[in-house]
């Protein structure tokens, strides 16, 4: 087993001195869970808890400040959407008889920090809409569950076109225009000479954009489409490090390295003479070859593409967690 000496963890994860929260590295493919306890818990510092609901625009901070039990942030970055779960005590059914609380796809702008702490540091995850509403008794607990996905139809109704003598970042800014989105992010320079969007919504269609030419898809904390080179960002500069002698004391550290399906070399085909990009991985013992399904146009696409394929199958051989 690898000695561990030091973990990096890569923008644009937040991550606050004092809340709570577990971070996984997987060969580039960082996962961090934040969790915010009720102020009910013990802590040498007060937390503080702010909520505007937008529909309203309507600051609910103090009304269930008291009531609230949990408050999960789990972010990706990956494809999949920034997640938000608030538990709240219910047992007087102040809130079940709130049509407030009742709108799935409102908005909820929220703020964690601690209010007593030196450097007054927040954690400001963005803009969340609303996705699923749950009951469960007794006790009466209800968990509002939000993405920070805008769930506007435009984006989720399917659609056949096709991107022509256009580039990678044309074709994102193009779509973000079309929803009045703002745009982050930095893109591969990679042209395409004709790109079908076959029967996928833009949000489907901007999720295998990222899939297929390596680039994580999301939406950042200003609410903007989240489009990045996962090679910049596998180039980033370390914004901290953990030493393994100051998180020993704290649950938990694991670090696992596994062989089981992984992949020595990926191969990307493109053009029509049956010709592949390849990528070799030096660092596993396996000696199997993949093949991807997709057939790219040029070699800088499908030179993307074998860097995406090696991501998603090898992602998982190294494996290291711990808790903050």
Sequence with gaps: MSNILSFYLLPPVPLLGGVRGGFCLLDGVLESHLKFHSPLATMPLRPYLSIVYNTTNLDISGFIRSFVLDISITQRLTDSATSLAVKIRDDEM??????????????????LFYENSENDQKLSPGRF?????????????????????????????????????TNLAGIVSAI????????????E???????????????????????DFDHVFNFDSQGRIFFQSWEAIDNANTV????????????????????????RTFDAPYGTEDQTAALIDNFVFST????GSLNYETYEQA??????????????????????
Aim: proline letters at 4%; glycine letters at 4%; aromatic letters at 8%.
């Design 189 to 211: 320079t990679v042209n395409f000479t004709n790109w079908e969007q076959k029967d996928k919504s833009d949000l489907t269609f901007l999720m295998d954009l990222a899939r």
């Design 176 to 187: 973000a225009t079309e929803h009045n989105l703002g745009l982050s992010g930095i893109r």
């Design 129 to 165: 809409y609303l996705d699923r509403l749950e009951l469960s008794s007794p006790p009466d607990v209800i968990n509002l569950q939000a993405v920070n996905r805008p769930l506007n139809k435009s984006l989720r109704t399917k659609k056949t076109r096709t991107f022509s003598n």
């Design 240 to 263: 901290r490090t953990f030493d393994k002698e100051n998180i020993l004391d704290k649950p938990k550290l694991r670090f696992t390295q596994s062989d089981s399906g992984t992949y």
């Design 303 to 324: 030179r993307l593409g074998a860097r995406a394929l090696w991501r998603r199958s090898n992602a998982s051989s190294r494996l290291v967690e711990f808790t903050v």
């Design 94 to 111: 102040k809130f079940q008889q709130d049509p407030t609380f009742n709108g799935i796809g409102d908005s909820i702008d929220i703020e």
């Design 288 to 291: 199997d070859r993949l093949r």
